[in-house]
């Protein structure tokens, strides 16, 4: 059985979750399946069993896969810090941080670490579904290419091109994108899915026609808009969308330039009595917020500047004054404090800068971060759950002797004398029900202790039944191209 690989006409056309499908499919036919990505750019990172980075996406299709995410699975993730520097990580760990315009030069050197790891993937499953990034019309970044057609050609990979027609123009999508590649490159797309229809499909079939017969590619169906997909983590953040449900509870997440790992949004935006907005700059804090949630960053002192900057730290002084919540996660942690001391210029000019002064603590930022998956537990109500850290940077101060948490009997996070503001390095503390439960109603709403993760798994089941009705899945997945 061949790796195969899916690109897409474009960012956000659909890849990440149509692969989480395809993998689901295949793991219900009782192939051993996996996931992978050569290169992926995005701040929502997840840990895997190794204690190494990977995207979101790739974690997200394990899951579907039903196996543990590993770090070979995408083994070069960027990190964009700013509009000018990006931390590479290699194989799970922090390799370098580059000038973003020198990317071109480095990338031929991890094509070997790439390859190494999609062949102890291969060696391990059955099926490798891959995953690119972008477009590989986008010719121009085609020289040493790891993301797209430059890795299919290495790893001798058939392609199966994925379009959005949500977005319209799909025809010029399919139809450009087999003008501006190279002949090797378009003979190895094998065919061609088209994403995200709303409507007739009847009204479509001229048009999908006509791009079987200009590129002489197969057409492997049509897939109708999935309504629950809002039901999946989102990889990065085109992905993140307020969920407004009138007369619930209301939960504020500021939007910050910088927010990484913000996969803490998804099981609370899942509660039926939850109505969650993210705001965007220019938008104050509403009177009516139960709660604000300032979530991880991956540059926390400029995400500390933005939040100034719009007049943010005056509203979480009048949402506190209401008598409300505040809960910091990593980075937001850190922004909660007397300081963040970055002296040493780990995220750019070395500099100490003023915080919130919402808690009586210090960050103290130090060049080794910290990438573990633990098992820690409540300290208020004693509930065990399993999260993730990965930040640099260490916290102390007095409001520390009042923890959110232990891991291993030591003490994590940081708590108000009133306890409405809390502060924590820890992902992940939302999927487990019974805390997400207590949480919510301890700010004041009754919620449903709804399974979140159950939750997941019926959802990818019931994309999985919508591919087989509308692919030729057995195509996709049995075909020797």
């Given at each position: 059985?061949?790796?195969?690989?899916?690109?897409?006409?474009?960012?956000?056309?659909?890849?990440?979750?149509?692969?989480?499908?395809?993998?689901?499919?295949?793991?219900?036919?009782?192939?051993?399946?996996?996931?992978?990505?050569?290169?992926?750019?995005?701040?929502?990172?997840?840990?895997?069993?190794?204690?190494?980075?990977?995207?979101?996406?790739?974690?997200?299709?394990?899951?579907?896969?039903?196996?543990?995410?590993?770090?070979?699975?995408?083994?070069?993730?960027?990190?964009?810090?700013?509009?000018?520097?990006?931390?590479?990580?290699?194989?799970?760990?922090?390799?370098?941080?580059?000038?973003?315009?020198?990317?071109?030069?480095?990338?031929?050197?991890?094509?070997?670490?790439?390859?190494?790891?999609?062949?102890?993937?291969?060696?391990?499953?059955?099926?490798?579904?891959?995953?690119?990034?972008?477009?590989?019309?986008?010719?121009?970044?085609?020289?040493?290419?790891?993301?797209?057609?430059?890795?299919?050609?290495?790893?001798?990979?058939?392609?199966?091109?994925?379009?959005?027609?949500?977005?319209?123009?799909?025809?010029?999508?399919?139809?450009?994108?087999?003008?501006?590649?190279?002949?090797?490159?378009?003979?190895?797309?094998?065919?061609?899915?088209?994403?995200?229809?709303?409507?007739?499909?009847?009204?479509?079939?001229?048009?999908?026609?006509?791009?079987?017969?200009?590129?002489?590619?197969?057409?492997?169906?049509?897939?109708?808009?999935?309504?629950?997909?809002?039901?999946?983590?989102?990889?990065?953040?085109?992905?993140?969308?307020?969920?407004?449900?009138?007369?619930?509870?209301?939960?504020?997440?500021?939007?910050?330039?910088?927010?990484?790992?913000?996969?803490?949004?998804?099981?609370?935006?899942?509660?039926?009595?939850?109505?969650?907005?993210?705001?965007?700059?220019?938008?104050?804090?509403?009177?009516?917020?139960?709660?604000?949630?300032?979530?991880?960053?991956?540059?926390?002192?400029?995400?500390?500047?933005?939040?100034?900057?719009?007049?943010?730290?005056?509203?979480?002084?009048?949402?506190?004054?209401?008598?409300?919540?505040?809960?910091?996660?990593?980075?937001?942690?850190?922004?909660?404090?007397?300081?963040?001391d970055d002296s040493s210029g780990l995220e750019g000019l070395p500099i100490i800068t003023e915080g919130l002064s919402l808690l009586n603590i210090k960050t103290k930022m130090l060049p080794q971060k910290k990438i573990r998956k633990v098992n820690a537990k409540h300290i208020e109500t004693d509930i065990p759950f399993q999260g993730y850290e990965i930040h640099i940077g260490e916290t102390y101060g007095s409001d520390c002797e009042r923890p959110f948490a232990s891991i291993s009997g030591k003490k994590e996070g940081a708590t108000s004398k009133?306890?409405?503001?809390?502060?924590?390095?820890?992902?992940?503390?939302?999927?487990?029900?019974?805390?997400?439960?207590?949480?919510?109603?301890?700010?004041?709403?009754?919620?449903?202790?709804?399974?979140?993760?159950?939750?997941?798994?019926?959802?990818?089941?019931?994309?999985?039944?919508?591919?087989?009705?509308?692919?030729?899945?057995?195509?996709?997945?049995?075909?020797?191209?």
């Amino acid at each position: 059985m061949p790796s195969i690989m899916f690109q897409g006409t474009g960012s956000n056309v659909g890849k990440s979750i149509l692969v989480a499908g395809l993998c689901r499919c295949a793991k219900r036919r009782g192939i051993s399946v996996a996931p992978f990505k050569p290169q992926n750019m995005s701040n929502n990172a997840a840990v895997t069993k190794d204690n190494g980075e990977i995207g979101r996406a790739q974690a997200f299709q394990a899951f579907a896969c039903g196996i543990e995410p590993l770090s070979e699975m995408n083994p070069v993730l960027l990190k964009p810090e700013d509009n000018s520097r990006t931390q590479i990580i290699l194989n799970g760990s922090y390799l370098k941080t580059i000038n973003s315009k020198d990317y071109s030069k480095v990338k031929r050197d991890l094509i070997k670490h790439v390859f190494d790891s999609f062949n102890y993937i291969k060696k391990k499953y059955e099926l490798v579904l891959v995953e690119g990034a972008g477009s590989p019309a986008e010719i121009n970044l085609r020289k040493d290419d790891i993301a797209n057609m430059g890795f299919a050609e290495y790893a001798n990979l058939p392609v199966i091109l994925i379009a959005d027609i949500e977005r319209g123009g799909v025809i010029a999508q399919i139809v450009g994108t087999k003008e501006v590649l190279s002949k090797s490159d378009s003979d190895r797309i094998k065919g061609f899915i088209i994403n995200k229809f709303r409507g007739n499909q009847k009204l479509f079939e001229d048009g999908y026609n006509y791009i079987i017969e200009k590129t002489s590619w197969f057409g492997f169906g049509v897939m109708p808009w999935f309504n629950n997909y809002l039901k999946f983590p989102a990889e990065d953040t085109l992905g993140i969308a307020s969920n407004i449900r009138p007369n619930k509870l209301k939960i504020v997440c500021l939007n910050i330039p910088r927010i990484s790992n913000f996969d803490d949004l998804d099981p609370i935006s899942q509660e039926p009595n939850v109505s969650l907005l993210m705001l965007e700059k220019g938008q104050p804090i509403p009177g009516d917020s139960h709660l604000v949630i300032i979530p991880g960053s991956k540059s926390t002192i400029s995400d500390l500047n933005f939040i100034k900057s719009q007049g943010w730290d005056i509203d979480l002084k009048a949402h506190l004054n209401r008598g409300k919540y505040i809960l910091g996660i990593c980075g937001g942690f850190q922004m909660l404090g007397e300081y963040v001391d970055d002296s040493s210029g780990l995220e750019g000019l070395p500099i100490i800068t003023e915080g919130l002064s919402l808690l009586n603590i210090k960050t103290k930022m130090l060049p080794q971060k910290k990438i573990r998956k633990v098992n820690a537990k409540h300290i208020e109500t004693d509930i065990p759950f399993q999260g993730y850290e990965i930040h640099i940077g260490e916290t102390y101060g007095s409001d520390c002797e009042r923890p959110f948490a232990s891991i291993s009997g030591k003490k994590e996070g940081a708590t108000s004398k009133d306890g409405r503001v809390i502060g924590t390095y820890l992902h992940g503390m939302f999927v487990n029900n019974d805390f997400r439960k207590w949480f919510l109603e301890n700010i004041g709403f009754k919620v449903t202790n709804k399974n979140y993760t159950s939750t997941l798994e019926k959802t990818l089941d019931e994309l999985a039944d919508s591919l087989e009705e509308n692919l030729n899945i057995n195509k996709i997945l049995n075909d020797q191209y």
